[in-house]
């Protein structure tokens, strides 16, 4: 095809043997706008740049180290003998002190060996002791008493849908849930049921429970409590079998009597008599 005298601003391509105009912008405007973009490029870059962080003459500082913020477990559970200043005198093992037998282990617990005699070359070593607490204590020096795992469990068992064992292990969040969701439907508060009792459970004290519920015990309370449960679905269940034939007894009888009329259904003629 023969191409046609065209304009300065317009040109002909070829595709697949059909022409098209393509307009193309007078070259005379191109280098005053060219410059434009990468100008405004740089300076985000550079306003971006400024601003990031890190970028500030000033270094931050902290007074005071972050791992320092938190409790030190070494002066929470420290022993400090009567009267003496815990800055100097504060110890974490009371059972490596000159103090007496009833002030070690805050009373409530007693010193025993670390390592066992028989294990132990050094004889320093073998010396090391450390509280051991009684049941209902615990810490490193026997200042915490205990949560109770048996009263937790009858907790669990006869108010566990409102959330009271919960409550009683410190966990107010979840005793909250567990009392706006009544158990969970019912999953939630069999779920406390088992871990509670078969196992001594954490409470919000970072501490187990005191393990002074035995597990036949455990076994025999939750199978009565299963099977009362069981058997309370029977009754509701034989109940409500039981008022349902009882209406549809009532129904029949009216819809017999209103078909056959008075004296014709289940009734004799009294001259018979």
């Not at 280098?31 to 601003?51: E, K």
């Not at 819809?255 to 009329?261: I, K, L, N, R, V």
């Amino acid at each position: 095809q023969a191409v046609k005298a065209l304009p300065d601003s317009a040109e002909y391509f070829w595709l697949r043997g059909h022409s098209y105009r393509y307009h193309i912008p007078a070259m005379a405007a191109w280098p005053d706008q060219v410059p434009a973009r990468p100008t405004f490029i740089g300076l985000v870059l550079g306003v971006a740049a400024i601003s990031l962080q890190g970028c500030q003459l000033e270094i931050p500082r902290h007074s005071i180290g972050n791992w320092q913020k938190h409790p030190n477990y070494l002066t929470t559970y420290e022993f400090t003998p009567p009267g003496a200043d815990p800055a100097v005198a504060g110890r974490l093992n009371s059972c490596q002190t000159d103090a007496p037998s009833a002030l070690q282990c805050s009373g409530h617990g007693q010193c025993a060996p670390w390592f066992e005699s028989s294990t132990v070359v050094n004889s320093t070593v073998s010396k090391m002791k450390f509280c051991q607490c009684e049941r209902a204590w615990a810490d490193p020096e026997c200042r915490t008493q205990r949560k109770s795992q048996l009263t937790a469990f009858f907790l669990s068992m006869f108010f566990g849908m409102f959330g009271a064992d919960q409550f009683y292990l410190g966990y107010n969040v979840l005793g909250g849930l567990k009392l706006a969701t009544l158990g969970g439907g019912g999953l939630w508060y069999i779920f406390d049921i088992v871990r509670i009792g078969s196992t001594p459970v954490f409470s919000a004290e970072k501490f187990r429970v005191a393990q002074d519920m035995h597990h036949w015990a455990f076994v025999l309370l939750t199978l009565c409590l299963m099977g009362f449960i069981g058997f309370a679905i029977s009754i509701r269940s034989i109940s409500s079998q039981r008022v349902h034939k009882a209406r549809e007894v009532i129904l029949l009888r009216s819809d017999g009597a209103q078909t056959f009329g008075p004296g014709q259904y289940g009734s004799r003629p009294v001259g018979n008599m």
